[in-house]
């Protein structure tokens, strides 16, 4: 792990780390004093929020995880699913993330996968310290000005 220290005897019969005078603290970086792990899942909820804030998109999921996810929010005590539409492969120091999404009709999807991108990187790596190495996206569908959805299912 971090670096390691080696002891000398001092004049009293205590030890000391080698390098030091009497009296000082040898103390490891807050950095080499563990490690951090964060796991897929977190990276998942953070580009499912990011995605979700960015205008244009009205949905997250391909046609049958919406669909069953519709459900399930209906039913008691069932609440939106953040991760829906979104995975993410997480290593030591990167992260790659697919996203499925339904955009509104009318809008320049390439203008607003450019925004889900831009979105997604800049919360990943703030909250995370990870690099973002690509924001891979699937436009599944369009929404229909038209097409009857409950309240719930739309993306706030």
């Given at each position: 792990?971090?670096?390691?220290?080696?002891?000398?005897?001092?004049?009293?019969?205590?030890?000391?780390?080698?390098?030091?005078?009497?009296?000082?603290?040898?103390?490891?970086?807050?950095?080499?004093?563990?490690?951090?792990?964060?796991?897929?899942?977190?990276?998942?909820?953070?580009?499912?929020?990011?995605?979700?804030?960015?205008?244009?998109?009205?949905?997250?999921?391909?046609?049958?995880?919406?669909?069953?996810?519709?459900v399930r929010e209906r039913a008691p005590g069932?609440?939106?699913?953040?991760?829906?539409?979104?995975?993410?492969?997480?290593?030591?120091?990167?992260?790659?993330?697919?996203?499925?999404?339904?955009?509104?009709?009318?809008?320049?999807?390439?203008?607003?996968?450019?925004?889900?991108?831009?979105?997604?990187?800049?919360?990943?790596?703030?909250?995370?310290?990870?690099?973002?190495?690509?924001?891979?996206?699937?436009?599944?569908?369009?929404?229909?000005?038209?097409?009857?959805?409950?309240?719930?299912?739309?993306?706030?």
């Amino acid at each position: 792990m971090g670096e390691q220290l080696s002891a000398t005897q001092t004049e009293s019969g205590g030890t000391r780390a080698a390098g030091t005078q009497t009296g000082q603290k040898v103390t490891a970086r807050p950095a080499e004093r563990g490690r951090t792990t964060i796991a897929d899942s977190v990276v998942t909820k953070i580009a499912g929020m990011a995605t979700r804030e960015v205008p244009g998109i009205h949905a997250l999921g391909a046609g049958m995880a919406r669909t069953l996810g519709a459900v399930r929010e209906r039913a008691p005590g069932g609440r939106p699913s953040v991760t829906r539409g979104v995975k993410a492969e997480v290593g030591e120091r990167q992260t790659a993330i697919d996203l499925d999404v339904v955009v509104e009709y009318g809008v320049s999807i390439t203008d607003v996968a450019a925004d889900v991108r831009e979105n997604v990187i800049s919360a990943i790596e703030r909250m995370t310290g990870l690099e973002v190495v690509e924001v891979n996206i699937v436009v599944d569908d369009v929404h229909l000005p038209d097409e009857e959805e409950p309240e719930e299912a739309r993306v706030q």
